[in-house]
């Protein structure tokens, strides 16, 4: 069983950058693909960006595209967001996930493993 633990999350202001970590324990990270998504005060989790199991392939929201960048390091276990350019929309708790199926399959399943959170906040 993959376990998640998200860090990085804090309060920066409008227009600065932040950079998310998720740590996966178990033997079969290399296995599953990873991704974030979020969730806004009062809005429906929305999906962020993730990555495939290979790292070879990478997708993101249109929100995303252009500011943020998933990367995943199998040494570490590790995926990371990196979000730049951040805008008070970006204000959400970020939950890192992960599953076996490949990204592009993931609107048609309940997704395996997801960590508990990390809140980001960004002020004007």
């Known amino acids: 069983q993959v376990q998640l633990v998200e860090s990085g999350g804090g309060l920066v202001q409008a227009g600065d950058s932040l950079r998310l970590s998720c740590e996966a324990s178990?033997?079969?990270?290399?296995?599953?693909?990873m991704g974030w998504f979020r969730q806004a005060p009062g809005k429906e989790r929305e999906f962020v960006a993730a990555i495939s199991s290979s790292g070879g392939d990478t997708y993101y929201a249109d929100s995303a595209q252009g500011r943020f960048s998933i990367s995943r390091d199998s040494a570490k276990n590790t995926v990371s967001l990196q979000m730049n350019s951040l805008n008070i929309d970006d204000t959400a708790v970020y939950y890192c996930?992960?599953?076996?199926?490949?990204?592009?399959?993931?609107?048609?399943?309940?997704?395996?493993?997801w960590g508990q959170g990390t809140q980001v906040i960004v002020s004007l």
């Open positions: 996930v992960a599953d076996p199926y490949r990204p592009d399959a993931w609107k048609y399943r309940t997704l395996e493993v």
């Open positions: 178990g033997h079969i990270f290399n296995d599953y693909a």
